[in-house]
């Protein structure tokens, strides 16, 4: 069993910047997969960035060259940097990782508002 816990998100104007943080139980080398998804109100959740053992890293092309996905492996901590924020990016945000491809936990949720 793997517990995320976050933290980070809030209220930001337009072009602001925030860090949101998924603290692990688990090493983050047991993971196949970590991702960052969000889900506004209305919409569906989508995959925001994330990226797989020995592949590449994705990024929804909304949020590309903006938003960076990066780990901490010493503290077993997912990051996700979000630059240049907009109103858009408004929903709330969950960590996801994967062990062995098949069991999934996700983080808690975090909301982000961002004010035009």
């Known amino acids: 069993q793997v517990q995320l816990v976050q933290s980070g998100g809030g209220l930001v104007q337009a072009g602001g910047s925030l860090r949101l943080s998924c603290a692990a139980s688990?090493?983050?080398?047991?993971?196949?997969?970590v991702g960052w998804y969000r889900q506004a109100p209305g919409k569906q959740r989508e995959l925001v960035a994330g990226?797989?053992?020995?592949?590449?890293?994705n990024y929804a092309d909304s949020v590309k060259g903006r938003f960076t996905i990066s780990t901490d492996n010493k503290k077993n901590t997912v990051y996700l940097q979000m630059d240049s924020l907009k109103p858009e990016d408004t929903a709330v945000y969950h960590c996801?990782?994967?062990?062995?491809?098949?069991?999934?936990?996700w983080g808690q949720g975090t909301q982000v508002t961002v004010s035009s």
């Open positions: 688990g090493s983050i080398f047991s993971f196949s997969a």
């Open positions: 996801k990782v994967v062990q062995n491809w098949s069991w999934e936990y």
């Open positions: 990226f797989t053992t020995g592949g590449s890293t």
